[in-house]
């Protein structure tokens, strides 16, 4: 699986938007690019996947560049219970060999 | 959707003993399970994936005759530290993968917190 590199942590107003990057220069054609994030002393979320479209739920939106070397994701109105560690990870999407290797990600912090 | 259960999600246990572990797809079918393991302060580190009806396959450096894992049902898998010494005081955090809408993702559990005395 390709590597990725997050910036270490970041800080975000409440009610700001959140703009989390990930970068994945060595990704594969048939790589995805997949977010989770873990709350403190809790298993990892899910939040949303890609592969080269941008892609938008009710939790984020995903941006991916157009080389997908690097992807964005945004959380639009950042609130606490958004604190948490964002994992930015990429991965084949088949095959029962396929899984999710977690590098350190971004912690993210939710201030007032 | 997708939700992944995992029981107990807390245990205390005497040097020397057996823990097993749980972890129960609820809502869906999972042909693929794994394991991850989290020190504090640290990233997971993926121990095994098991699936269905077959040995598990281990990560390098996961002794398989400590960390036995029997995946015997499509919403089972069960993960058993044998002779658990201090040391494996950890967060246990297993993980299912879904096939539904010809997605593959994985949902993970919500962990459970092994303390060996």
């Known amino acids: 699986d390709a590597k990725t590199t997050q910036p270490t942590s970041m800080d975000c107003a409440e009610g700001r938007a959140a703009n989390l990057p990930c970068n994945h220069s060595t990704i594969s054609g048939n790589e995805y690019v997949y977010w989770y994030r873990q709350i403190h002393s809790q298993g990892p979320q899910y939040i949303i996947h890609?592969?080269?479209n941008n892609e938008t739920n009710e939790m984020a939106s995903l941006i991916i560049t157009e080389d997908r070397k690097s992807s964005t994701l945004i959380l639009p109105h950042a609130t606490l219970r958004d604190t948490a560690v964002y994992y930015c990870?990429?991965?084949?999407?088949?095959?029962?060999?396929?899984?999710?290797?977690f590098g350190t990600g971004t912690r993210l912090q939710v201030t007032l | 959707g997708a939700v992944v259960s995992q029981h107990p999600s807390w245990v205390i246990c005497k040097s020397g003993t057996s823990v097993k572990i749980e972890c129960r797809s609820l809502?869906?079918?999972?042909?693929?399970m794994f394991w991850y393991r989290q020190f504090p302060k640290q990233s997971l580190m993926l121990m095994a994936t098991?699936?269905?009806?077959?040995?598990?396959?281990?990560e390098q450096g996961v002794e398989k005759d400590k960390f036995l894992i029997n995946h015997a049902s499509l919403t089972l898998s069960t993960l058993t530290v044998t002779s658990a010494h201090p040391e494996d005081s950890s967060f246990y955090i297993c993980?299912?993968?879904?096939?539904?809408?010809?997605?593959?993702?994985?949902?993970f559990g919500p962990g459970t917190r092994l303390t060996v005395l």
């Open positions: 990870i990429v991965r084949y999407n088949t095959g029962t060999a396929s899984k999710l290797t």
């Open positions: 993980s299912a993968k879904s096939m539904e809408g010809g997605a593959d993702t994985q949902y």
């Open positions: 098991s699936n269905e009806g077959s040995k598990a396959t281990y």
């Open positions: 890609g592969l080269k």
């Open positions: 809502d869906f079918q999972a042909t693929t």
